[in-house]
């Protein structure tokens, strides 16, 4: 006589358990969501800081050609928001000129100027430049930076936009040590992610504490 097995009913799972499963299941999504939006925002601010920064050594390479080339300097006389100078001139000259003679080595003149806004996003503050390529005018070509410039001059140019921090209220000073111009100021969209602190010399005469 065969013997017959029979098995017991298979025990399903409470409710209790069931809520349990889902709740464990949607903590661990949610952990698994908030991980991924933390990577994506990381990943989108360093593509950001990336373009600051890209920005910012462009403008800064430019800038530290044409003051380089500069070889009188107007303004900052102390601390000031705008960088007025001049290349091939002089004011050691009697009278004040050229000092190079050659017609096809112009007289130019540099401005760059601190337009604030406020701050916040692409409509934040700016650094413009304007330039003359035929003398060293004895004024700025306009009385606030971001204005349609006076006769001769060209610009505004925009050199840097976004969000400006300067470490103090005036982020370009003279630097007699060195001959021309010291830059302090932090470039950023929202926040400051780019530190400039640097200072820029310029090609004067020697011994020149006129220019």
């Given at each position: 006589?065969?013997?017959?097995?029979?098995?017991?009913?298979?025990?399903?799972?409470?409710?209790?358990?069931?809520?349990?499963?889902?709740?464990?299941?949607?903590?661990?999504?949610?952990?698994?969501?908030?991980?991924?939006?933390?990577?994506?925002?990381?990943?989108?601010?360093?593509?950001?800081?990336?373009?600051?920064?890209?920005?910012?050594?462009?403008?800064?390479?430019?800038?530290?050609?044409?003051?380089?080339?500069?070889?009188?300097?107007?303004?900052?006389?102390?601390?000031?928001?705008?960088?007025?100078?001049?290349?091939?001139?002089s004011t050691m000259l009697s009278p004040p000129g050229r000092l190079d003679p050659n017609p096809n080595t112009p007289v130019t003149a540099f401005y760059y100027c601190y337009a604030p806004a406020e701050c916040g996003g692409e409509a934040g503050n700016s650094l413009l430049r304007y330039w003359h390529d035929s003398e060293c005018p004895n004024a700025a070509p306009v009385s606030r930076c971001g204005e349609a410039p006076g006769s001769g001059w060209s610009g505004p140019e925009l050199m840097l936009m976004g969000c400006f921090y300067p470490a103090t209220s005036n982020p370009f000073r003279r630097a007699n040590d060195v001959a021309g111009v010291a830059m302090n100021f932090s470039v950023g969209r929202t926040t400051p992610t780019f530190v400039v602190n640097t200072r820029i010399s310029m090609n004067k005469s020697y011994n020149n504490p006129s220019d």
């Amino acid at each position: 006589m065969r013997r017959s097995i029979r098995l017991g009913a298979s025990r399903g799972f409470t409710l209790v358990e069931l809520l349990i499963a889902v709740a464990l299941s949607l903590i661990v999504l949610m952990g698994v969501v908030s991980m991924a939006a933390w990577m994506i925002s990381r990943q989108y601010e360093g593509i950001r800081k990336g373009e600051v920064t890209g920005a910012v050594l462009y403008s800064l390479g430019r800038m530290n050609k044409e003051l380089a080339d500069g070889t009188y300097l107007a303004q900052p006389a102390g601390a000031d928001r705008v960088i007025r100078g001049c290349s091939n001139w002089s004011t050691m000259l009697s009278p004040p000129g050229r000092l190079d003679p050659n017609p096809n080595t112009p007289v130019t003149a540099f401005y760059y100027c601190y337009a604030p806004a406020e701050c916040g996003g692409e409509a934040g503050n700016s650094l413009l430049r304007y330039w003359h390529d035929s003398e060293c005018p004895n004024a700025a070509p306009v009385s606030r930076c971001g204005e349609a410039p006076g006769s001769g001059w060209s610009g505004p140019e925009l050199m840097l936009m976004g969000c400006f921090y300067p470490a103090t209220s005036n982020p370009f000073r003279r630097a007699n040590d060195v001959a021309g111009v010291a830059m302090n100021f932090s470039v950023g969209r929202t926040t400051p992610t780019f530190v400039v602190n640097t200072r820029i010399s310029m090609n004067k005469s020697y011994n020149n504490p006129s220019d």
